[in-house]
């Protein structure tokens, strides 16, 4: 995909996931890939369908959550590209979380009772729901590993200013409240999710995904407490499942480490686990895109016609 060039474009970036395409000072051109990252690694193999269901969910949400706060999309013209507005990034990842999990059992599992400036109670267990949803916010890297930053740091840093920072707060909590209820109607629990913002026009915008498993983590709602009282795992969606099977093999993207290889069948196992949350939050049955890179260029380009001017 790195080879198309659509009328226009200024600038070409190569994502994790996605190919962001600048075509004017104001639009960009999202292209959904079938690669797939964890621990901001990009694993060696593509996931069929993976760019399709994160640009449909993320679009499906995107519309659910529009009258909350300005967002950057416009159009999906296609399975996999989304052109929205482009944004000047505010360089923090904002993390709501309302249960006890992955990175933030990591952390309280190791000793510690705080997180992100947050404190934590004593005597939680992984996977327990917290007293009410705390925001643990995280520096943007363009390369390598994000990092845990408190309030009082982005503050003294002024990464944003006293200002944008409550609204960007009261964004987060309403966008999770209604990714929650969302979820809730489709027998799912949202445990934690990360939000982008950035500005369009001096005006505080959402970016990028929104509540699709690879921003976002999910149960199911069904035998959550029976499980939490037997000690026993959370049946979950999300891209968890990924990070666990890495950790098994001995990989947390630390230098050194070997990727552990990807059979094909470990690779059809994490395509349909993608598809399923994809019905289950959207209520949708999912249907496969085979478009060719060339159809899905042509169609985009056409549709870019209607915003360059």
């Given amino acids: 995909m790195n080879q198309i060039e659509f009328t226009g474009q200024e600038a070409f970036y190569k994502g994790k996931v996605r190919d962001v395409y600048t075509i004017t000072n104001d639009i960009l051109v999202m292209w959904a890939s079938n690669r797939i990252s964890a621990f901001d690694v990009i694993l060696p193999r593509p996931i069929p369908f993976k760019g399709q269901v994160l640009n449909q969910v993320a679009a499906f949400m995107l519309n659910a959550c529009a009258d909350i706060c300005p967002n950057w999309l416009l159009e999906t013209p296609t399975a996999v590209?989304?052109?929205?507005?482009k944004c000047e990034p505010i360089k923090i990842e904002i993390v709501v979380r309302a249960y006890l999990t992955g990175h933030a059992w990591r952390t309280y599992r190791d000793g510690k009772r705080e997180l992100c400036g947050v404190p934590l109670a004593e005597g939680l267990k992984e996977n327990d729901r917290l007293p009410f949803p705390i925001i643990t916010p995280s520096t943007k890297a363009a390369q390598g590993h994000d990092e845990d930053i408190s309030e009082s740091t982005i503050l003294a840093t002024k990464l944003t200013t006293p200002e944008q920072w409550e609204l960007l707060k009261k964004y987060a909590f309403q966008l999770f409240e209604r990714g929650s209820q969302l979820a809730d109607r489709r027998g799912l629990i949202l445990v934690d999710t990360?939000?982008?913002?950035?500005?369009?026009?001096?005006?505080?915008?959402?970016m990028d995904e929104i509540h699709t498993p690879d921003s976002s983590r999910y149960f199911y709602a069904d035998g959550y407490l029976d499980k939490q009282e037997r000690g026993e795992k959370q049946h979950q969606l999300s891209k968890e499942f990924v990070r666990e099977w890495l950790i098994e093999n001995n990989f947390m993207g630390q230098p050194g480490q070997q990727i552990p290889v990807m059979s094909d069948e470990w690779v059809k196992t994490i395509s349909e686990k993608y598809i399923e949350l994809y019905e289950r939050i959207t209520g949708l049955s999912f249907a496969?895109?085979?478009?060719?890179?060339?159809?899905?260029?042509?169609?985009?380009e056409n549709a870019l016609k209607k915003f360059r001017n």
């Fill in 194 to 206: 990360k939000y982008e913002f950035g500005t369009y026009k001096n005006e505080i915008t959402l």
């Fill in 288 to 300: 496969p895109s085979h478009d060719s890179d060339k159809m899905i260029f042509e169609i985009t």
């Fill in 81 to 85: 590209t989304s052109i929205g507005k």
